[in-house]
């Protein structure tokens, strides 16, 4: 009876609702420690804005934090998936990473399917991807899987030294790939001048009318050959030195190399110094990777990178840069420093003397 006194007596009562509403405090606590409210909130505006939906107009909600203990500063997010799969995630990956300000570098289910783990970097730990000659990678893809590419920066940003290098991974891992080399300036490439398929200041030409033309015949035999590289240094002065109707000519024979010349591996990859619309005419939009080295402005980030990530552009140092790829998206790249120069320009003499 003594206990059945104890266990109703008000002081009890009292003090179980106050251990419950301790207890209750606690969860919440760790609730709110392991899912930040900001963090949270940031994420349902993010799939709200890429349209991550259902059929029924719900959208994915996030229920859990944790931290990668594989990765470092990489946080774990699992999510309420409210029946969008990860190949529906992924088909909007681009605007849902802007609107986090990181990368997604991995998703999978957990241990229910209702549920998917995205495994997220803040963009502020994100490291550049190195360009240097000793591998075949360009960012997330191979050098056997480039197909047009346009290449910007300023004097003094790298952009040399990453074409070079992007020709030394033709060299050394396209062993049948021919390259024709366009170069206006006439003085960061002069060094191949003696090989076949350079093309120097006005004989540039005549460099892309003989590359067109290849194209053509290519295309007349009706099937791909072994692939050719044309390396433009300088299109937009190159096309700025020619009158109206030459310069829409051969923009247009370039529009025509980006559009068609995959079919029959002819790749065009174009250095320029600033992104400029009146360079390209229609072309610019089908370059499959575009790498800008230095800081662009507004208006050039707007003119170079989709909307969906033109926003996650970040300060660069010297020699980094940012890298677009069509369907893969964009990642921040360095170009290493080469050590041996002459060992790079070496492996394209090579390439070029095929």
Sequence with gaps: MKLLEVFTSPEFIRSMIAFALILT???CLVQLIRTPFFLKRR?????????LRNARE???VLVRTKRDRERKHGIILKVKNVGVSIPDTDKRIDRLQASLNGIVYRMEYGRKTSYTLMF?????YVRPTLLFPSDEAVGSISIKQLINML???ATGTGKTVAIKIL???????QPNAKIWLLDFKRFDFRGFSSFPGYYGYTDCIQGLNDFYDAFKRQQEAGVEGEPNYLIIDEWGSFIMSLDKKEAELLKSKLAELLMLGRAYRFFPIVGIQRPDSSYFSAARDNFQCCLALGNLSPEGRRMVFPDSVAGRLVECRTREGHLYIDGKGLEKMRVADVPDMEALDSAIREAMNR
């Design 25 to 27: 405090g606690l969860v």
């Design 43 to 51: 994420f349902d505006r993010a799939v709200r804005r890429c349209g």
């Design 58 to 60: 719900e959208y994915p």
């Design 120 to 124: 997220f970097l803040p963009q502020k």
């Design 151 to 153: 290449v910007i920066g």
């Design 167 to 173: 020709m030394a991974k033709i060299a050394k891992f």
